[in-house]
T-cell receptor, first 115, second 112 residues
Framework: KAGVTQTPRYLIKTRGQQVTLSCSPI?????VSWYQQTPGQGLQFLFE???????NKGNFPGRFSGRQFSNSRSEMNVSTLELGDSALYLC??????????????FGQGTRLTVV | GENVEQHPSTLSVQEGDSAVIKCTYS??????FPWYKQELGKGPQLIID?????GEKKDQRIAVTLNKTAKHFSLHITETQPEDSAVYFC???????????FGSGTKLNVKP
């Protein structure tokens, strides 16, 4: 069974640009959540999607957005990039509510560097 | 939201010794208590978890104990090995609620 796949693994962008990151969950999983990891702030929750709907949202500005497709793949977008957006972005895959086991499995992450 | 505190922030032990990491939380609705291990360049990996109806769970050299009254749970690693060196995170939450509040992490260094 394939794990959680995040693409790309590494990305370098310039301030002011926008970026789109992709996450393919484990087959059969319908919930995808996103996290930002930085040395100073640790792991912070961005948002969670289930069945193409955003269920939960963290405390990030509107520049951070996401979506989920009918095949459960998810993308997150960051517009007007700032230097402080440099981080490891992780997505986690889980079956979803009412699906029994709710263990979450993480991808390797996308390392975003804003210059 | 959940307020999660994890201690210590760094832990250095000799190979073969035991290591204990503690996590305290504030949300009484939390009933699922996982521990994750993150190695350099990788995403967090679930290593053990416990539900609130259980006080202790063991899996080979790793165990988790829960004190729901005091709102804390701990990760115990016995007979530590160099490959246990990593950053460990706790992430208590209500079961079936996929919004994680992670602890700040504990960097474990196992010296050979």
């Amino acid at each position: 069974k394939a794990g959680v796949t995040q693409t790309p693994r590494y990305l370098i962008k310039t301030r002011g640009q926008q970026v789109t990151l992709s996450c393919s969950p484990i087959s059969g999983h319908r919930s995808v959540s996103w996290y930002q990891q930085t040395p100073g702030q640790g792991l912070q929750f961005l948002f969670e999607y289930f069945s193409e709907t955003q269920r939960n949202k963290g405390n990030f500005p509107g520049r951070f957005s996401g979506r989920q497709f009918s095949n459960s793949r998810s993308e997150m977008n960051v517009s007007t990039l700032e230097l402080g957006d440099s981080a490891l972005y992780l997505c986690a895959s889980s079956p979803g509510p009412g699906q029994g086991n709710t263990e979450a499995f993480f991808g390797q992450g996308t390392r975003l560097t804003v210059v | 939201g959940e307020n999660v505190e994890q201690h210590p922030s760094t832990l250095s032990v000799q190979e073969g010794d035991s290591a204990v990491i503690k996590c305290t939380y504030s949300d009484s609705a939390s009933n699922y208590f996982p521990w994750y291990k993150q190695e350099l360049g990788k995403g967090p990996q679930l290593i053990i978890d416990i539900r609130s109806n259980v006080g202790e769970k063991k899996d080979q050299r790793i165990a988790v104990t829960l004190n729901k009254t005091a709102k804390h749970f701990s990760l115990h690693i016995t007979e530590t090995q160099p490959e246990d060196s990593a950053v460990y995170f706790c992430a208590p939450r209500p079961y079936n609620f996929n919004k994680f509040y992670f602890g700040s992490g504990t960097k474990l260094n196992v010296k050979p």
